[in-house]
């Protein structure tokens, strides 16, 4: 059973940074094997897909978050990365990883975890 742990939110100012990390643990789970996504809700807002990166690498961001987000993983640490850069007060929601399947749409495939919060401050 895979294990996902979402940490390295906080308060920042507007324009500022924050790095997410999405660790991975299970038996025979390796992040480069399969299409991890971040996704993200604010208060009262449905979740909406962030970034997402497939098995070979390639990326896709929200229009709300292109150019600003980068999303990459590192498979020694099995663990997926989210860079946030020029936040904005809207970026503001708990940020949550999971594995995805790509097609038509993508869809989350496993269940939710606590994710981590993510405020920005105008």
């Known amino acids: 059973q895979v294990q996902l742990v979402e940490s390295g939110g906080g308060l920042v100012q507007a324009g500022g940074s924050l790095r997410l990390s999405c660790a991975a643990s299970g038996s025979m789970f390796s992040i480069n094997a399969i299409a991890m996504g971040w996704y993200r809700q604010a208060p009262g807002k449905q979740r909406e897909l962030v970034a997402t990166i497939t098995s070979g690498g390639r990326t896709n961001y929200a229009d709300s978050v292109k150019g600003r987000f980068t999303i990459s993983r590192d498979g020694a640490k099995n663990t997926v990365f989210l860079q946030m850069n020029s936040l904005k007060p809207e970026d503001t929601a708990i940020y949550y990883c999971?594995?995805?399947?790509?097609?038509?749409?993508?869809?989350?495939?496993?269940?939710w975890g606590q994710g981590t919060q993510v405020t920005v401050s105008s």
């Open positions: 999971n594995t995805v399947m790509i097609g038509a749409a993508t869809i989350p495939l496993g269940s």
